[in-house]
C-alpha cells in the first residue's frame, strides 16, 4: 500500500508539475477529498475487500477508524492547537527543542489515544496472529490520518494539487508507521508467554511518541529548507521522502523483529500462551 500511494502521488506532482494545473471551486475541493479518499480506497482494495473474501477479516477494522478520527478531531487537535497552540511558537525553537516539544505534546497526546482505542475495543481477543497487531495499528492511523489530511484543507491548506497531494502521503505515511509500530507492541503482550511486565505498553507509547516528535520536528526543517531557524525554502518533495522512509524503515524492523521473534517462540517447546 505504501509504495503504491508513493507511485500514486509521485505521478500527480509530475503531471500537474508538467501541466501547470490549477484548481479552482468545486472542482478544487472535489480534488482534495480524492486525495482524502486515495489512501482509504487501496487500503480497502488491498487488505480489506482479500481479506473479506478469504474469511479472515479482523473484526470493528471500520469502527477503529472511526473512533480514530472522532479523536483526533475532538481530542488531540484542541488540545494541540488550542490550548498548546503548538505552531505558534515550536516551529521557531531550536531543533532540540522541537523534538522534545513535539514528542511530549503531539507525540504522546496521539498515541496514547490510539492506545486506548485499540486496548478497549479489540484488545486481546481480536488478535489471532502477530501481524493482527500492526494491522490494527494501522487501521487505527488511517482514521487518525484522514482527519488530520482534512484539516489540513479546511484551516487554509491552499496549496496546488502536487504538494497538497505530497501532504497528505506524507500524513498517512507517517502515521501509519507510528500505528505500526505501537501494533507491534500490542502484538507482542498478546502472544508472550508470560504475562509482559508493567512497562511495556508505556514503552510502546513512549517510543512511538518519539518517533512521531522526531518525525515531525525532521519534516518542519525539510519544508522550510533547513533544520535551523529562519529558513524559508518550500520542498514538499523531501518531506515525501522522509515518510516514505519512515514507513519503510518502519516495516523492515518491524518484519525482522517478529521473525526474531517467532524462531525463538518455535525453538521453545510447549504450546503459545494464549490469555
Known amino acids: 500500500m505504501s509504495v503504491l500511494l508513493l507511485v500514486v502521488t509521485l505521478a500527480i506532482m509530475l503531471v500537474t508539475s508538467l501541466v501547470g494545473l490549477e484548481l479552482e471551486g468545486l472542482v478544487r475541493a472535489a480534488a482534495n477529498l480524492g486525495l482524502l479518499a486515495l489512501p482509504l480506497v487501496l487500503w480497502w482494495a488491498l487488505y480489506y475487500r482479500p481479506a473479506r473474501r478469504m474469511g479472515r ?42 523534538i522534545i516539544g513535539y514528542t511530549l505534546i503531539v507525540g504522546f497526546l496521539q498515541e496514547y489515544l490510539k492506545f486506548i482505542i485499540i486496548r478497549f475495543t479489540v484488545y ?45 502521503t506524507s500524513i498517512t505515511l507517517s502515521q501509519i508507521a507510528f500505528g505500526a509500530v505501537l501494533g507491534y507492541f500490542f502484538s507482542g503482550a498478546r502472544f508472550a508467554r508470560q504475562e509482559p511486565p508493567v512497562w511495556w505498553f508505556a514503552v510502546g507509547i513512549a517510543v512511538t511518541a ?66
Do not use: C, K
Open 124 to 168: 486481546p481477543n481480536a488478535l489471532m496472529e502477530r501481524a493482527d497487531g500492526v494491522a490494527y495499528g494501522v487501521a487505527v492511523s488511517l482514521g487518525f490520518a484522514a482527519l488530520l489530511g482534512l484539516r489540513f484543507f479546511i484551516d487554509g491548506g491552499s496549496a496546488p494539487l502536487g504538494p497538497a497531494a505530497a501532504r497528505v
Open 57 to 98: 477479516l479482523l473484526p470493528r477494522m471500520p469502527t477503529l477508524m472511526i473512533l480514530a478520527a472522532v479523536f483526533a478531531n475532538g481530542v488531540a487537535l484542541p488540545i494541540i492547537d488550542q490550548v498548546y497552540e503548538v505552531d505558534a511558537w515550536l516551529p521557531h525553537t531550536s531543533g532540540l527543542t522541537r
Open 210 to 275: 518519539l518517533l512521531n516528535g522526531l518525525y515531525i520536528a525532521l519534516r518542519g526543517g525539510l519544508i522550510v529548507g533547513s533544520f535551523g531557524i529562519g529558513a524559508t525554502a518550500n520542498t514538499p518533495l523531501l518531506a515525501l521522502l522522509l515518510a516514505v522512509a519512515f514507513a519503510l524503515g518502519t516495516f523492515a524492523v518491524l518484519g525482522f523483529l517478529s521473525r526474531q521473534a517467532e524462531i525463538r517462540e518455535a525453538a521453545v517447546p510447549g504450546a503459545r500462551v494464549l490469555r
